[in-house]
């Protein structure tokens, strides 16, 4: 595991980490939990704070940035390869799929799912049991279906992030 540890990164036993895991700046994650290679998670003037019993797919980024602006992942959790969650609230219980991107300032309440290419727009909230269909843009509070993504549009969008790391 690459590790640039700040001040406080907090990782039990139970927790099993990929070695090529990259972890920048202040982390807590609880007991077994699951990261696997690839994953990003990186902070600045704040914290990622991880539950227990979370699965971390392949390749999945997680950013808190900004004073007062962490990134919450509740227990029982599964954020699937590839996903983005950025400057987010994810309650218990929640399924976040391949490639699925949670923008700055929203929370994904209990027992939710996001499919597959899902993007969930800055400042929306997803409300409990609700599921969030594939390839479809997501906005308000609550949530709902703003526009349809085409794969040419995902591409563009992995482009952007790839640009931003």
């Given at each position: 595991?690459?590790?640039?540890?700040?001040?406080?990164?907090?990782?039990?036993?139970?927790?099993?980490?990929?070695?090529?895991?990259?972890?920048?700046?202040?982390?807590?994650?609880?007991?077994?939990?699951?990261?696997?290679?690839?994953?990003k998670?990186?902070?600045?003037?704040?914290?990622?704070i991880?539950?227990?019993?979370?699965?971390i797919?392949?390749?999945?980024?997680?950013?808190?940035?900004?004073?007062?602006?962490?990134?919450?992942v509740?227990?029982?959790?599964?954020?699937?390869?590839?996903?983005?969650?950025?400057?987010?609230?994810?309650?218990?219980?929640?399924?976040?799929?391949?490639?699925?991107?949670?923008m700055?300032?929203?929370?994904?309440s209990?027992?939710?799912?996001?499919?597959t290419?899902?993007?969930?727009?800055?400042?929306?909230?997803?409300r409990?049991?609700?599921?969030?269909?594939s390839?479809?843009?997501?906005?308000?509070?609550?949530?709902?279906?703003?526009?349809?993504?085409?794969?040419?549009?995902?591409?563009?969008?992995?482009?952007?992030?790839?640009?931003?790391?």
């Amino acid at each position: 595991m690459k590790k640039n540890l700040p001040k406080f990164v907090v990782i039990p036993k139970s927790t099993s980490i990929h070695p090529d895991t990259i972890i920048n700046g202040e982390f807590i994650i609880g007991e077994n939990c699951t990261v696997q290679q690839g994953a990003k998670i990186f902070t600045r003037d704040n914290m990622v704070i991880v539950g227990r019993n979370v699965s971390i797919g392949k390749n999945v980024n997680i950013e808190a940035y900004g004073k007062g602006r962490k990134t919450f992942v509740g227990n029982n959790t599964r954020v699937d390869d590839g996903a983005r969650v950025l400057n987010a609230c994810i309650a218990d219980n929640v399924l976040i799929e391949k490639n699925a991107i949670v923008m700055k300032n929203c929370f994904i309440s209990e027992n939710s799912i996001i499919h597959t290419g899902a993007i969930i727009a800055p400042n929306s909230v997803v409300r409990s049991g609700q599921t969030c269909k594939s390839n479809t843009i997501y906005s308000g509070n609550p949530a709902i279906p703003i526009g349809k993504i085409s794969m040419n549009m995902n591409d563009r969008i992995d482009d952007v992030f790839d640009m931003a790391s």
